[in-house]
């Protein structure tokens, strides 16, 4: 086996600090920025890092912000603006042709623009008139299901629960998310299984832990806070182990920037003891076999399973007739393998398991989490200290806004409630999500496209045709901090209405007002802004949110929409009064520096499911639905005579079908591209396609080669990507990988896990045409 490069480096530690600092200089928001981090996580007087959703850490006495939160910051609070005079500069033709990389770069959004077909520019406008618009245009639509209003995960509870109230007061639920697009398949399967859709977990149950199964997720890169307490747990006795197509070198060591005498003493913490490089889509029949293996041996609770689940005997009639063949094919490991990984699991008196959007952007994604949850509940992991579901959130606030009811298929429940406080009717039909919203607007039944944050076209497969559709409504809004590609392909009225960012302090008639957000972990805390907005125009999205509803649903709205966006005390009395779990917020989110925890009742054992006990769920797929894929994909292909060599998934022979699947970088934060670098996978650039060593020598290809990606769609078009540089990863065999967002367009929207409608953007198959030898180098 040929020797991969890897990156010998801990986690974190200096490296990270200073290419954070860098992007700090980068983004010359060095002064703004290093302020802001100072009150980063801070509980009396800062703000919520706008990163990631991983918790505080309760112990923290000095700054609690790592690479990641401190290049978001340095995004949101450079100095540079995308004013009037940068649009008078740049026609929308001329920053089409700009990266994701140039447009983030471009500034900060300062001021309320309009689109001028006729100059093919931005050009500023007032609120009074962009509101004006807005009223005219969705008052004309012939039902209020022919617009769709989209949220990204960054905007705080307050003015999420007006947003959804907003919308629903106009008489939709066409409220998609950017949850339909990452942890949409948790919350479906949990909330089935277990009766609420959230982390059975606190911060706390990492320290008790002894078993630690980390599902295709990267925290060294997207939450590297979570390496802190992985270290820790490990330094504890708790085994770790990663399941993931790649050796994710972040994981390997960690040196912990919160610890300056660990800096300064170069010492660094192992983390993970063994990485399980299964094929990609193969989760659930690894997770299958161990549960054979677990059931079969008699190794499970029987006591947890008797008391308080239902469902065992069609889960162990399906695990019976699962064959071993079929496990080591579905996820590339062997048996005696796997059986080591149950005997561990067997063992643990405490297990968590943690995942990612490894776990949930299939097409599989939900037969995914179903398995893990089944393992947990055969072994009685929840509701103990020390155990439990871990499903890691990406935007910081992602799951407070579906708290707050930014939800496309409200429960009944919610709507009765926001009725009873509000006295109004609100609309009953589910409303549309990512994915049927995007087909929606492509058909052209969408004639409105709101967007309180996000990158829609661009996170969203199928970008291209999306933009496209852009162009045909009647009215695009974007309420946002920063340029995007999503904003440049405008409907017939189009605004950009800028907001003030998390950092920034938020002064109303009424005061200073703080805002709230919901971590991974259902925790809920204050966030307060501290530094002057960028431009004296923006305004709160609270403020946007009032004014629009204000001038759309007009004066005989009984909901006071301005004194909620002044005084955010008043929107805390209705959230109290209409969401389960927040009585008396306004008392508990001030009683204790880190606000509260909200009432999980899974953690208590209360399962608030349709049996009323915590539900084992079989499987949808069959276990080798990936390996078979790529069988069906390989026979095709050799049908076209281009290949005769027959595929075997773990010793795959001359093949060119392969499962692609993205991932992110420490440089980007999802779609806002901060550089080019990642220092874990050793490369200097994003046009990179990541494959085993063995794997080039084998086609005779070699690293710095040129290779196109290709697929055919569910239309039988080819989609094509590259070319892409051939870049040496430890990866799985058949697995190959890139950079998100920029291989959207290669996916079509019909490839999605069945209930949740969730892209499989993590398995994609794939055929690879060899362009070119070349020799182009991609390492930093
Ligand atoms: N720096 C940074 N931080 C971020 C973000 C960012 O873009 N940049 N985004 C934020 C958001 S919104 C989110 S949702 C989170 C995402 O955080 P993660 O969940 O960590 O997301 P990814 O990097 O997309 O993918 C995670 C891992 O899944 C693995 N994987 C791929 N396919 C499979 C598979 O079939 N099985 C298994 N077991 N693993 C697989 C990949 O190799 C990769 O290591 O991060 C958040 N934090
Ligand atoms: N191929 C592939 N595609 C994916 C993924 C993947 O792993 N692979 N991951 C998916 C996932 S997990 C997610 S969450 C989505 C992300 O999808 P989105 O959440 O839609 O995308 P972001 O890139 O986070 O959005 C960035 C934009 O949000 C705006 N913004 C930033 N801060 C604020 C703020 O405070 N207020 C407002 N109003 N606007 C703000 C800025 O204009 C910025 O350009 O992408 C998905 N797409
Ligand atoms: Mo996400």
Redesign the pocket.
Known sequence: MRKIPVYIHPAAGWPALIASTRTLMDYKAFLRGSISVLHSNQPKDGFDCP??AWPDHKSHKTIDVCE?GI?VIASETMNRRADAAFFAKNTLTALRGWSGYELEHSGRLSEPLYYDADQDRYLPISWQVAYEVIAEQLKQLDSPDEALFYTS?RVTNEPAFMFQLFVRCFGTNNLPD?SNM??EPTSVMLGKQLGIGKATVILEDFEQAKLILL?????A???PRMLEMLAHAHKQGCRIIS????R?QGLSKFRNPQKPSHMAAGQSDEMVDEVIQ?Q????AALLTGIAKWLTKNGKINNDFIEQHTSGYDELDAWLRQQSWTDVELGCGISKAEIITLAKLVADSPATICTW????TQ?VQGEDNVAMITNLLLLMGMIGIDGAGASP????SN?QGDRTMGIHERPKQSLLDSLERVFKQPMPQEDGLDVVTGAKALIKGDIKAFISMGGNYAVAAPDKSAIQTALTSTQLNVFVATKLNETMLYPGKNNLILPCIGRTERLITVKGEQFATIEDSMCQVVPTRGRLEPISNTLKSEAQIVADMATHVLGADSSIPWQAMSADFDVVRDYIAQAIEGFENFNQRIRAAERGFHLYHSARHRVWNTESGKAQFEVPKYPITYVATQMRQTTSNYQNNSVNNHTLDIRQPAEQKVWQL??????D???TMIFGFKDRYRQTDRRDVLFMHPDEMSRLGWQKGDQVMVSRQDSQNARRTLGPLILTEMDIAANAV?TY?PECNDLLDLDSHAPDSKTPAY??VTVLLEHLEQGSIATAV
């Open positions: 990163g990631c990641n290049k995960g950017c990452c942890h599902f295709g997720q990267n925290p890169t997207n939450h399941i993931n197509p790649m994710e299964i990609i889509g193969g989760d990612g959007m490894g776990i299939h890691v959130r990406g935007h992602v699947t993205s991932v992110r970088s420490h980007q934060f999802n990988a998100y993590k398995s």
